[in-house]
């Protein structure tokens, strides 16, 4: 079964950029027809999708951070990562990684990581 | 920007019948998802493609679209299921719902 895992600095200074790796386990990325999601989640507040890559580099973004945000990824390492520029307070929160299946014209988050807590602040 | 709406929270007896609404202008045209929450805990999938129930969900864990409106129907609710929900689709971009309290008491 695939595990996922996220690391990464669990503070972050405003105005600098976050930077988070996510490290598969129990399978090849880059074997089937998945995506890989970044979820990030204020304390206390909903779930909000931040973009996806597919192995081949495609990579699609949540339109109202997609000026900061940066996903890759690291078919060698079984690993893609988040890179979330210009952070504010408000990019406090606990960010998960994830596995997407695509069926039916939409992808969808199947397997979870646990999340990480990054904190932004001075 | 593309929103889901739902209720913020919902309460039900233990072994009565909860139902969790997602409205959402594409829903007609675009499948919803479901996920539950529970505190501390990665959310799970319970519901794909408006209706379909993944391997290890239980049965009483069921979902309706019609028009806007997408239903997350839990039959027999359990104190276990007291979690938060929410459903997942897309327009242009992928969006999370506003997440519902399910509380069983």
């Known amino acids: 079964q695939v595990q996922l895992q996220e690391s990464g600095p669990g503070l972050v200074k405003p105005s600098q950029t976050l930077s988070l790796t996510c490290t598969v386990s129990?399978?090849?990325?880059?074997?089937?027809?998945?995506?890989w999601s970044w979820i990030r989640q204020p304390a206390g507040k909903g779930l909000e999708w931040i973009g996806r890559i597919y192995t081949s580099g495609s990579t699609n973004y949540n339109p109202s951070l997609k000026s900061r945000v940066t996903i890759s990824v690291d078919t060698s390492k079984n690993q893609f990562s988040l890179k979330l520029s210009s952070v504010t307070a408000a990019d406090t929160a606990v960010y998960y990684c994830?596995?997407?299946?695509?069926?039916?014209?939409?992808?969808?988050?199947?397997?979870w990581g646990q999340g990480t807590l990054v904190t932004v602040s001075s | 920007s593309y929103e889901l709406t739902q209720p913020p929270s919902v309460s039900v007896s233990p072994g009565q019948t909860a139902r969790i609404t997602c409205s959402g202008d594409?829903?007609?045209?675009?499948?919803a998802y479901w996920y539950q929450q529970k505190s501390g805990q990665a959310p799970v999938l319970v519901i794909y493609e408006d209706s379909k129930r993944p391997s290890g969900i239980p049965e009483r864990f069921s979902g309706s679209s019609s028009g806007t409106m997408a239903t997350l129907t839990i039959s027999g609710a359990q104190v276990e299921d007291e979690a938060d929900y929410y459903c997942y689709s897309t327009d242009s971009s992928y969006v999370f719902g506003t997440g519902t309290k399910v509380t069983v008491l």
């Open positions: 594409a829903l007609p045209k675009k499948y």
């Open positions: 129990g399978g090849s990325i880059s074997s089937g027809s998945y995506y």
């Open positions: 994830a596995r997407d299946d695509c069926s039916g014209g939409s992808c969808y988050p199947t397997y």
